[in-house]
């Protein structure tokens, strides 16, 4: 926001210098963007009035003008297309410096001596113009310096408000914080009512009052069209940064400014009927001023009369019903539009106005009545005119309501690190607008004035208190606060040490998108239904993902379709999987592979991965935490899943994974190149390990027998191993595959497993008979619980 600091001195005055005030702003939160002067610099131009013009005798776009500087009257050769008798204007004397230090001379043009120039804006440095003279009031003093008639020697001060600060939008309101920072008094604008002079009212009635609770309404009638703003409000507003248009809607602009509530004029003769505050219909045509024609959505609210809209509420009026140079009658305007009534709706026409700007952030609820009576008393003294009675159409349960924040001291002193006394705190307050009443010894109840739409909580108003205080005068103090180190249980694997591991194996960590395709979703997990988001970024991210699978598996696709054919990646995160309590977020740990076994090199051969070369893989990292006995592995089927290739992952016979091949038409859907085969297991189950003990080494020789045994090919090793561990007696160390075999010599639906069983004792060296026992032991109970017999 741009304002005047002359404007703003005229409502408060701190006794300190333009960057003084700067500099207090932007440490009270209120960034200062910019300070510049509202002129160019220069000298000895002064109020000049032109007594005659007449045509040049030697060039037909020069004028010679006689023109008086109160003092003496000299002769000005001028080409502006508005220089005439009777006017005054800015007149740089012979011996003036022009902005750009461009000195003024005596010259002659075409023959004819010139003593002096007359002044456009642009050639003071107001403004871009340069359309002609700058024409100033009839009532310019002749020959007093132009700095001082028009008050030059000011600054616009550029204002980067946070969209918290609706507020400080006005002169008012930053007078406001200007005189709460200084503990100086801020003077009230005069907002007298104005009593009516005619009986003339229109109805307005409040259709959408959810939107707008409040709408305020007045008829003048027989204003003069054809004056001009005076120019101190034209000033006011150029320095502001808002061009002069015609008075009424320079008045309605100046509120803007001064007060900060917009408004709007309306003339009168063509609205049709009385006024409706209500929601567009879909596709309704408007106008606007800007001579743009808008289609209006069902969600915007709008002004309308009896007939069609005639404004975009709170953004721009409709250009059918706008003030002229015709105009005889107005309807001046001035509402309260809730702000998410029209958060965002200039945005979605490519619109941004000063009225949507201050709309969006909230502005005074209580404020309509006021901008009306200030507006209506400029206009009479601008354009006359004969003022009727403010018709007002409110929902009063509709309006916001005041707050009552509860501040206790002691929550002062904690967040802010210092005792402020209490009587200081109040008076901050107090100053601020707040009413405070006692609750207790060191506790208050505090009302939040209508203007203030960001204080809310107690936070809120400690902000304020520190703000006003002055964050530079807080004391710096290094927080202190018990930080006690949780303990590690000596059992846990850390989830780095996962990383490691799995990196070590020669996976890459990928991460992936919680959110997920819906049709991909079922491909891979048709047992739970994932909760859709209510609000999606696109199709393809449209529910959360109830396993890692899909996204690692679009990212190995993702890599095949650029020539990596070999990946292994792995990805820890959360699954999110609907319950009757609610969604449950589980962290899991999952990998994919595919392509050949090892990297390509000289030495390397061409095989490709299986699924064993996965199940090692994992097997490693759940000895991780050195529970690789607690672990298991069962044949099992899942959707995703090859159906001779999945395997369900079980902790203490509980399923905590899967493993196995991605199944042919998912993969095939995918468009993935080869077998790929996938896990995921509850990072839990991987990370909650036991603290290993040290077992004495045996300085004895070991023992081993191996066994040929022909089991059915359905039975898995596992189980083979189960039942020997039970049977082979307590010194059993060691059992090892070492072949797997199936084909000539081999009943069908039979293979040969053969395995190593190795014992050794801690104390002394085992005797056969012995180590005979235990194997026969171990024969005997293969043959009874998986049909195992010796293969000759």
């Known amino acids: 926001m741009k304002f005047s600091e002359h404007w703003l001195r005229e409502l408060v005055q701190p006794e300190i210098d333009t960057q003084t005030l700067a500099d207090q702003l932007s440490l009270s939160g209120l960034e200062v963007d910019d300070v510049e002067p509202v002129a160019g610099a220069f000298s000895g131009v002064v109020v000049g009035e032109i007594l005659s013009a007449e045509q040049h005798p030697n060039a037909d776009k020069l004028r010679v003008c006689q023109v008086s500087d109160g003092k003496e009257t000299v002769q000005v050769v001028c080409g502006a297309p508005n220089a005439r008798a009777g006017i005054k204007v800015p007149f740089a004397q012979v011996g003036a410096i022009l902005p750009g230090d461009f000195k003024i001379k005596k010259a002659k043009l075409r023959q004819v001596e010139s003593f002096g120039m007359l002044c456009a804006e642009d050639e003071l440095g107001l403004s871009d113009d340069h359309g002609g003279l700058m024409e100033l009031a009839a009532d310019a003093p002749v020959g007093s310096d132009i700095r001082d008639y028009l008050k030059l020697n000011d600054q616009i001060i550029d204002v980067d408000l946070t969209p918290n600060r609706g507020d400080c939008l006005s002169v008012a309101g930053m007078a406001r914080e200007v005189g709460v920072l200084n503990k100086v008094p801020v003077a009230e604008i005069d907002c007298s009512p104005v009593a009516p002079q005619i009986d003339d009212q229109i109805e307005a009635t409040l259709v959408a009052p959810h939107g707008c609770p409040r709408y305020l309404a007045r008829v003048i009638r027989n204003i003069n069209p054809g004056v001009e703003s005076p120019l101190w409000l034209q000033e006011k507003l150029r320095r502001s940064g808002i061009r002069s248009i015609d008075p009424v809607v320079d008045v309605t602009n100046y509120v803007l400014i001064e007060l900060g509530q917009p408004m709007h004029a309306f003339d009168l003769n063509k609205l049709n009927g009385g006024i409706q505050v209500r929601m567009a219909q879909q596709d309704e045509a408007l106008t606007l001023l800007d001579g743009q024609e808008v289609k ?41 539009f809730a702000p998410l009534a029209i958060a965002g709706r200039a945005r979605s026409y490519g619109l941004h106005t000063d009225s949507s700007h201050r709309f969006e952030r909230g502005v005074d609820w209580q404020l309509q009545r006021r901008a009306m009576e200030r507006a209506t008393a400029l206009l009479l003294e601008i354009v006359g005119g004969q003022p009727g009675p403010v018709t007002e159409a409110v929902a009063e349960d509709q309006l916001p309501k005041a707050e009552k924040v509860r501040l206790r001291h002691d929550k002062v002193t904690s967040m802010l690190a210092l005792e402020i006394p209490a009587a200081e705190i109040e008076e901050i307050l107090t100053r601020l607008g707040l009413n405070l009443e006692r609750n207790g010894e060191r506790e208050w109840l505090a009302s939040v004035p209508s203007y203030r739409f960001d204080i809310s909580l107690e936070m809120d108003l400690i902000e ?31 989830q780095s040490r996962v990383r490691a591991h799995l990196i070590s ?31 999606p970024i696109s199709a393809e991210m449209a529910v959360m993902r109830t396993t890692l699978w899909p996204g690692l598996a679009k ?19 959360q699954r999110f999987i609907p319950g009757t309590d609610g969604l449950q977020q589980q962290n899991v740990v999952a990998g994919i592979i595919c392509g050949s076994r090892q990297p390509e090199g000289w030495s390397a051969g061409n095989d490709k991965v299986d699924f064993f070369d996965l199940k090692g893989d994992l097997e490693t990292l759940l000895a991780l935490g050195s529970n690789a006995g607690r672990f298991s592995f069962r044949a099992d089927s899942h959707v995703a899943l090859h159906p001779g290739q999945s395997a369900a992952i079980l902790l203490d016979g509980e399923l905590v994974g899967r493993i196995g091949a991605l199944h042919p038409s998912l993969q095939k859907s995918l468009d993935l190149t080869g077998p790929v085969y996938l896990f995921e297991i509850a990072l839990d189950a991987v990370v909650d390990g036991r603290v290993a003990r040290f077992s004495e080494l045996s300085k004895f020789p070991e023992s081993r027998r191996d066994l040929a045994l022909l089991v059915s090919a359905e039975t898995p090793f596992a189980k083979l191993r189960e039942v020997v561990a039970e049977n082979a007696g307590e010194y059993l160390k060691q059992v090892t595959l070492f072949d797997v075999y199936q084909g000539q010599g081999i009943e069908p639906g039979r293979k040969s497993l053969a395995m190593g069983l190795t014992w050794q004792h801690p104390s002394r060296t085992l005797n056969d008979e012995e180590i005979n026992s235990a194997v026969s032991a171990v024969v005997t109970a293969l043959s009874e619980k998986v049909g195992a017999t010796l293969r000759d």
């Open 555 to 573: 990212a190995v696709q993702y890599n095949q379709h650029r020539q990596q054919s070999r990946v292994r990646l792995f990805e820890i995160g």
């Open 464 to 494: 304020e208190i520190a703000r006003v205080y002055g964050y530079n005068n807080l004391p710096v103090r290094t927080p202190r606060a018990e930080l006690p180190i949780p303990p590690i249980a000596e059992a846990k694997v850390n």
């Open 505 to 535: 194996l020669g996976y890459q960590e990928a991460i992936t998108y919680s959110f997920i395709e819906a049709g991909l979703s079922k491909q891979f997990d048709d047992q739970n239904t994932p909760m859709a988001l209510a609000n």
């Open 296 to 336: 209006l959505n069902s969600d915007t609210l709008v002004i309308a009369d009896s007939g069609a809209a005639v404004a975009m509420a709170g953004i721009m009026g409709g250009e059918p019903t706008s003030v002229t140079d015709e105009t005889r009658d107005i309807l001046l305007e001035s509402a309260f």
